[in-house]
């Protein structure tokens, strides 16, 4: 396939630890990429990814959707537009079933693959799972993160973390607060933008 000319561009939609031999497969192809998130298994394989795409030319784009929900697209229009004021906190949070429930509510379940447990073939766990699509939000909206400092849980007993709870600081010293979890079997994610714009009109509700 890399080999058919007529190929302007792939879709890299496999587990982590394919991530990497495939972009540098796909990019000395001269093959435009869309990869599935997280990049990679560590930094070193995302810079080596980020290094062969430059390299050879050839552009590279995230599977991130959160940029393209319309909900959150509003946010960074207002943002932008100065309705929030200058953003002091935000509270980011995306909790689910992660891999434990894989297609349980279909009519005939999913087998979980394997290498969802592998911390070998993943490079983590919920944070690099759901905390990687929020940070990537949070950067849209604020910029490079600045500082960050976080605390992993292990409700699970797995030999990588199930939950995360992470404080981070941005170029525009925004400040996130990003919490991840695999433990519920109810879906939440919700940003809350906390900014410095004053009401209008007293507020008189009790």
Known sequence: MLKDQEIDAVIIALP???????????????????LEKPIARSTEE?????SVTQKNNVKLMMGYPLR???????????????TLGDIEIANANYISTGPFFHGAKAHTPIPVPEWWFNKELTGGGALIDLGSHLINL??????????????L??????????????????????????????????YHLNIQLYGTVKQSKPNTNP
């Open 16 to 34: 982590n630890h394919l991530h990497l031999k495939c972009v540098v497969d796909a990019a000395e192809a001269k093959k435009h990429i869309f």
């Open 46 to 50: 995302a810079k080596h990814i980020l």
């Open 68 to 82: 393209f929900n319309q909900q959150f697209r509003n946010l960074k229009t207002k943002i932008l537009d100065g």
């Open 138 to 151: 949070l950067r849209w909206y604020f910029g490079e993160v600045k500082d960050v400092k976080s605390h």
């Open 153 to 186: 849980g292990y409700r699970f007993n797995m030999s990588f973390e199930d939950r995360a709870t992470c404080l981070a600081k941005f170029e525009n010293n925004a400040k996130a607060i990003i919490t991840v979890g695999w433990f519920s079997q109810d």
